[in-house]
């Protein structure tokens, strides 16, 4: 089945600096993916999804890379602040012929420093 | 923006006690999960539900496990009886559809077995 890598597990930057986390998934048929943030304590809340159609999305404060070729999807946190601090974890859903199981990657916990 | 609530949110209990962890997803939501987070680690699906049925569930969802949502009330997940590996927060999800695949997650409920 999926697999999902996600590197780095910890990441410690100082407010300001971009916080870079990437993930590998093994499905080619993979279509659906999705980053969420996890503060202590709390639930997962969805900061994006992409479809395989798009290669860049933006939010507010962070890009999102989708690279299909290579099997890899990124989060660049732009100038990260104090409260960016959080576990992140991206997810992948296969296509229409699974009922929407999300594979998550292991997370990265990230400390942004004042 | 839409919410899932679980109750309780916190449960201790003795080994080979029954527990039965409730969900109430967002109200149109048609399908509906479980997950499993041990702590410090990823989220792991356990199953998706849909019209009344299991349609998949994974290799941690063992026979002492069910789900049900009995005329639309709670969606619950019932361990029965429960052993000390099953101490993790247990996440519920609900979707609109299955193709949208957007996924929304209550708190969870942290579920201590002793």
């Known amino acids: 089945g999926e697999q999902v890598e996600q590197r780095p597990p910890h990441l410690s930057v100082r407010e300001g600096d971009s916080a870079f986390i990437t993930c590998t998934y093994t499905?080619?048929?993979?279509?659906?993916f999705f980053w969420y943030k996890q503060e202590p304590g709390a639930s997962l809340q969805l900061l994006m999804k992409?479809?395989?159609?798009?290669e860049i999305n933006e939010g507010q404060g962070f890009t999102v890379l989708l690279n299909k070729k290579d099997k890899r999807l990124s989060l660049n946190l732009t100038a990260a602040h104090p409260g960016d601090s959080a576990a992140y974890f991206c997810?992948?859903?296969?296509?229409?012929?699974?009922?929407?199981?999300?594979?998550f990657g292991a997370g990265t916990r990230l400390a942004v420093c004042p | 923006g839409p919410k899932v609530l679980q109750i309780p949110s916190h449960q201790i209990i003795d080994m080979g006690q029954m527990v039965t962890l409730n969900c109430d997803p967002v109200?149109?939501?048609?399908?509906f999960y479980w997950y499993k987070q041990i702590l410090g680690q990823q989220m792991e699906f356990l199953v998706n539900?849909?019209?009344?049925?299991?349609?998949?569930k994974s290799k941690l969802f063992k026979d002492q496990f069910s789900v049900e949502r009995p005329d639309g009330s709670y969606f619950t997940l019932k361990i029965q009886p429960t052993a000390l590996e099953d101490s993790a927060v247990y996440f519920c999800?609900?979707?609109?559809?299955?193709?949208?695949?957007?996924?929304?997650f209550g708190p969870g409920t942290r579920l201590t077995v002793l």
């Open positions: 999800a609900s979707s609109l559809d299955r193709n949208y695949a957007e996924q929304f």
């Open positions: 499905d080619p048929n993979s279509y659906y």
């Open positions: 992409v479809f395989s159609s798009t």
């Open positions: 997810a992948v859903s296969a296509t229409s012929g699974s009922f929407n199981k999300l594979t």
């Open positions: 109200s149109n939501h048609l399908y």
């Open positions: 539900f849909y019209n009344g049925k299991v349609m998949e």
